[in-house]
């Protein structure tokens, strides 16, 4: 027997919203702007002037240091190519002033935009509001979303989450507030931004640009939309989409040491962690629950569709761009989940659309029974998400907070620079040289916040002769080691005696057998210990802008050698050095220990 649905012309005929659907209106329009205030809140209460990790990596461009260039535009940013964010973050800083809130103001305000317009389509859809919608507010504005709502780098994922948002949203509109055409433009237009966004925006590129593509090409009993054949805007969206997605990867380089699939079930695995987590942090307690959960949901939504799409032909068009739309996000999930932790929470922000397209599919085209029962449950699993949500995100505001507070505290008190990086330098970059030598231009530039930065005391350098006094995995001749591969190799230097010291600096050249960039490690220890303190080490790998990873810093790009500071005030005996993990030639041209002038 053949299900029957609701027909689109039967819900667009549907008596103005009575007592009830103004009431849900009410509350779910209260909600809304409650949500949205509150996360402003968030940022203010919480939010730092203070660069933190990639923030660090827009110093130079936004105190006119480093010129902006096509070129850096469109270099990698570990695995990202991210111009778009680059020139949103750039232009609201160079529009207002440069403070690292304002892109965090910006990203609430773009997800309280597009959760308004989900709260609008979805009133449009049913012809009232209902309660269900409040679905929208709870996910698009979680609190748990705090790592990136109080990061102002974040608007990477906030930029290709809203364009996703924005493509579903038109797809599921085409036909009613929209034309096909009209919609069809939006999401290819969503599209061919998507990969300018990252690799977070380029995964959902191929299955999302094919939706105007196949409305340009296929016959109309299979798109339901046999006027748009041939269309030239179309055809120029999808194509474009795609060869931008293409021109991504032309020189495109793989980050060193980053993690990579350990096959096909971790994989699959982590992609639905992923999804799950689209609900927010508190979903990581209900694992696998959760998982199941969501393979239920979404199964389910593709069955939904796929009758659709065969037995309304006039539906074709939006039920087979949801398909895609559902495929762009699995797309997402599954290069998420070649290396990546699922659960991480950064990546609640990419997962929202996900069940934000789940959501207008059961509206839509859900069995009678089911088509407001889901869109319920979904608003039901995001309300009790929200007190978990709200602890973790409140949590984690309050610990950054407090020490990015404390930095900004220090800072005026005229605390040295070294001394500030040493102190909170988990909070602001892994490789101390880039808070080090970006701080002066903060403070260059005149920002208030900086002008209190306060120079080191002076220090001469103490350089080591560079005579190991122990060796593993690794041979030694002329400053040089050649690296076997191991599992710990390393180099000790001891100390002809104890001393106190404020630093150590590294000066070295590698060349990787396989052309690769190594992955550096400083360890140090009293005399008399006979381990190297677990807390008592730093590394370089490279990260950030592309240009960088040589030599760890915009400013030292013109040199031969490379540069590892690392601020200690401590007292040592020896040290070690980890020169990779796997087969290369490093070598050592200079190993200074840093002391107090007096």
């Known amino acids: 027997m053949t299900a029957t649905y609701p027909r689109r012309e039967d819900r667009a005929a549907a008596p103005p919203a009575g007592p009830a659907g103004r009431a849900a209106g009410l509350i779910v329009w209260g909600l809304w702007l409650a949500m949205l205030l509150g996360s402003l809140r968030l940022v203010a209460s919480y939010g730092s002037d203070v660069p933190s990790w990639d923030d660090w990596d827009m110093v130079p461009v936004l105190t006119h240091a480093q010129p902006v260039t096509a070129e850096w535009l469109w270099s990698q940013h570990n695995e990202h190519r991210v111009p778009l964010p680059r020139l949103v973050f750039l232009g609201l800083n160079r ?60 608007l990477e994922f906030f930029a290709s989450a809203v364009l996703g948002g924005t493509a579903v949203l038109a797809i599921a509109l085409a ?51 046999g006027e748009r054949r041939g269309d030239r805007v179309l055809l120029a969206l999808g194509l474009g989409a795609l060869a931008l997605t293409a021109l991504y990867f032309v020189g495109w380089e793989r980050v060193p040491h980053h993690p990579r699939s350990a096959g096909i079930y971790p994989t699959i695995t982590t992609a639905l962690q992923f999804v799950t987590i689209g609900l927010g ?29 065969r037995d309304r032909p006039a539906e074709r068009a939006r039920a087979g761009g949801l398909l895609l739309f ?11 989940g070649m290396g990546r932790n699922g659960f991480e929470v950064r990546y609640v922000t990419l997962a929202v659309p996900a069940w934000c397209g789940a959501w207008l599919v059961w509206t839509i085209y859900g069995p009678p029974r089911w088509s407001g029962g889901m869109p319920a449950a979904l608003a039901t699993a995001a309300l009790l998400a929200l007190w978990g949500n709200a602890r973790f995100g409140l949590e984690y505001a309050r610990d950054l907070r407090s020490h990015l507070a404390a930095f900004e505290a220090d800072l005026r008190a005229g605390v040295p620079r070294r001394e500030l990086v040493r ?33 080191d005391p002076p220090a001469r350098e103490v350089p080591l002769d560079l005579v190991p006094s122990g060796l593993a995995d690794v041979t030694w001749r002329d400053s040089t080691a050649t690296v076997v591969a191991g599992a710990d190799p390393h180099i000790d230097f001891t100390l002809p005696a104890e001393r106190y010291v404020a630093g150590i600096r590294l000066e070295y050249q590698y060349e990787a057998r396989d052309g690769g960039l190594p992955l550096i490690g400083i360890r140090w220890k009293r005399a008399d210990d006979r381990e190297y303190p677990a807390g008592n080490y730093k590394k370089y790998s490279p990260t950030g802008d592309r240009a960088n990873w040589e030599r760890g810093t915009w400013t030292r790009l013109g040199d031969s050698v490379t540069t590892m500071t690392v601020a200690l005030a401590d007292t040592i005996g020896q040290i070690r050095i980890n020169p990779n993990y796997l087969p290369g030639v490093f070598r050592i041209r200079r190993l200074v220990l840093l002391v107090p002038a007096e």
């Open 95 to 154: 529009l207002t002033t440069v403070d690292f809130r304002v892109t965090m103001y910006a990203d609430v305000l773009a997800v309280g935009l597009l959760a308004a317009a989900f709260l609008w389509a979805a009133a449009r859809l049913r012809g009232r509001a209902s309660l269900s919608d409040a679905f929208f507010p709870l996910v698009l504005l979680d609190p748990g979303q705090a790592v990136n709502m109080l990061w102002g780098w974040q």
């Open 175 to 225: 036909g009613t507030a929209l034309s096909v055409r009209r919609a069809a433009i939006v999401a290819g237009t969503c599209a061919l931004l998507l990969p300018l966004t990252g690799a977070n925006g380029l995964g959902m590129v191929p299955a999302l640009a094919l939706w105007p593509l196949a409305l340009a090409v296929l016959p109309a009993r299979w798109t339901g939309a």
């Open 281 to 309: 942090p508190a979903m990581r307690g209900l694992w696998p629950l959760t998982g199941l959960a969501a393979v239920a949901c979404f199964g389910a939504s593709v069955v939904v569709l796929l009758r659709a799409w």
């Open 326 to 336: 559902l495929g762009a996000m699995a797309s997402l999930a599954l290069g998420l």
């Open 423 to 455: 102190r909170y330098d988990p909070y602001l970059h892994p490789h101390e040289d880039v808070p080090l030598e970006y701080l002066p231009m903060l403070r260059r530039a005149g920002l208030g916040l900086y002008a209190d930065l306060r120079e």
